[in-house]
């Protein structure tokens, strides 16, 4: 992207699908790198004439591969937290604190040297794919602070590893075999001759860091602590960018009709009910600081990633995440497969001609997204592919609209959503019915948003172009229709599904 905020260049390859390894989603590292070099190359004869000022990287903040001596790779890179240990697998010192229990069950180290002890026994370094990426591009081991490693101790509040030896204990590893984590706007390293070279980039050009896609998305597509970035794919992501004390500026939100609607089934579970004189009396004119800290202490029951570095100086990234992996995990069950150009499987888009084969409720099938887990009720043996498919989908919608309610945020400004694979564009009027709102919908490469923040980020940050270079981001409004009203009732039986089954969603 130049400095003016225009996009010269996008260029794009497909993975292999997820497999398993270890009781984790997984992918060859060696063939992400492979394909990350291909990029490189195309790269390189795509690349516009004129003076290449940095290079930034972004990537999905929920990884973590094991490396042996001499940078050999011990493992493929491993998504999500895995199938944790056993409770009575948790050494009897460490039961004590609930928090080292937590640690050692969910370590991907300890839980892949059980399931896979022979590749791990030479392990020297727990790194992110970010850092194998990074450690391409400069020979150096260093990751965004917002992308450590799966798993190991780490504090959001220092966006820095935990300093407790116990927790170091508790993970299997020690500090010194994680990558060094940089802040962002920080320089993580300069180009290598050969990178440099395989991309047609001047030597020694630094290598910024920034924050993961959500971030870098949300900040994109100017999210705030109402107008959510929402990225709709193989599972559901949240987020919002919020500034320091340092970075506020004024705004108006009238939230009285959010905070002000009636209760629902489960005051616990979903709506967040107000009297129309409290909803006055939170209402006033609140920085948007404030406001991104009152929306955030409303979701604390329901966060999963919380509040990380954003792309920015002085920003921060508040984020939600629910089943990122599980859709990719179960594809072979109920997900179909075709065939890209070059023969790589790629996952069939799914359009609302498909999911409308089906009837609203799905037959008696419901999906209820958990943190970390998932439940499909009601199961039967004329369910197909369509009834799996539109329960998925419309078990995320759902729980959006609950985050949504719980915020207070519901009605107030329009999520930005961007659709991603196996989605198509046409769900946005899906989406807008279960919400009950309007919602903004990116209509262009799922990606970009992601590219175009990042760039944004780091061009501002370094001043290496003016403050107010902004692309224009075409994004479709899609208003609630008729069938807005059905899904009240589906989400109130979303809600008492919830309450009762909440202890199965560990």
């Not at 959500?214 to 992501?237: D, E, H, Q, T």
């Not at 609607?261 to 489960?266: G, L, R, T």
């Not at 439940?375 to 197909?384: D, I, K, S, V």
């Not at 172009?465 to 989400?491: F, H, I, M, N, W």
């Amino acid at each position: 992207m130049t400095v003016d905020g225009e996009v010269v260049s996008s260029i794009r390859a497909p993975l292999a699908p997820l497999g398993r390894w270890a009781g984790f989603p997984a992918l060859d590292a060696s063939l992400v790198l492979e394909v990350f070099r291909r990029l490189c190359d195309e790269l390189r004869a795509q690349r516009p004439e004129g003076q290449s000022l940095a290079v930034g990287l972004s990537c999905e903040g929920d990884s973590v591969l094991f490396v042996g001596s001499e940078n050999a790779l011990s493992s493929p890179i491993l998504f999500g937290s895995g199938l944790p240990l056993s409770r009575s697998e948790v050494p009897p010192e460490l039961t004590a604190r609930a928090q080292l229990t937590a640690l050692y069950r969910s370590s991907p180290l300890r839980q892949a040297s059980c399931r896979e002890p022979d590749p791990l026994s030479g392990v020297r370094r727990v790194v992110s794919l970010d850092a194998l990426l990074a450690h391409e591009m400069t020979s150096e081991w260093v990751a965004s602070a917002a992308c450590p490693p799966v798993g190991v101790p780490f504090s959001p509040g220092t966006s820095d590893y935990s300093e407790d030896p116990e927790a170091w204990f508790a993970v299997g590893c020690e500090r010194s075999a994680t990558p060094l984590l940089i802040g962002p706007a920080n320089v993580r390293g300069q180009l290598t001759r050969a990178f440099a070279e395989r991309c047609g980039l001047p030597l020694h050009t630094p290598l910024i860091a920034t924050s993961d896609p959500i971030a870098c998305r949300s900040y994109g597509l100017k999210s705030n602590a109402a107008g959510w970035f929402v990225g709709l794919g193989a599972g559901l992501a949240a987020g919002w960018i919020g500034p320091t004390a340092n970075a506020c500026r004024n705004i108006q939100i009238a939230i009285q009709e959010a905070f002000g609607e009636p209760a629902a089934p489960s005051a616990t579970m979903g709506e967040r009910a107000q009297s129309p004189e409290e909803a006055d009396e939170a209402s006033p004119q609140w920085t948007e600081e404030e406001y991104s800290g009152l929306v955030w202490e409303q979701l604390q029951s329901v966060a999963h990633r919380g509040r990380v570095l954003g792309p920015r100086r002085g920003l921060s990234s508040f984020r939600l995440r629910a089943q990122a992996e599980l859709l990719d995990a179960m594809s072979g069950r109920f997900v179909s497969w075709t065939a890209d150009a070059g023969g790589l499987p790629t996952p069939i888009r799914y359009n609302a001609v498909f999911l409308e084969a089906v009837a609203v409720g799905c037959e008696g099938l419901r999906y209820l997204p958990g943190a970390e887990t998932g439940l499909f009720l009601g199961l039967r043996a004329g369910h197909e592919e369509p009834h799996w498919v539109r329960a998925y989908v419309e078990g995320m919608m759902l729980e959006l609209r609950r985050w949504r309610a719980l915020a207070g945020v519901r009605s107030v400004e329009p999520p930005r959503v961007v659709f991603e694979p196996p989605w198509e564009l046409s769900l946005a009027h899906l989406l807008a019915d279960v919400l009950g709102e309007p919602v903004f919908a990116w209509d262009d490469e799922p990606d970009l948003p992601a590219h175009i923040g990042q760039a944004l980020a780091i061009s501002r940050d370094l001043q290496l172009g003016t403050d107010g270079a902004t692309p224009t981001l075409s994004l479709r409004v899609v208003e609630p229709g008729p069938r807005a009203a059905t899904y009240e009732k589906q989400y109130g039986l979303y809600l008492s599904l919830l309450e009762e089954t909440r202890r199965l969603l560990f």
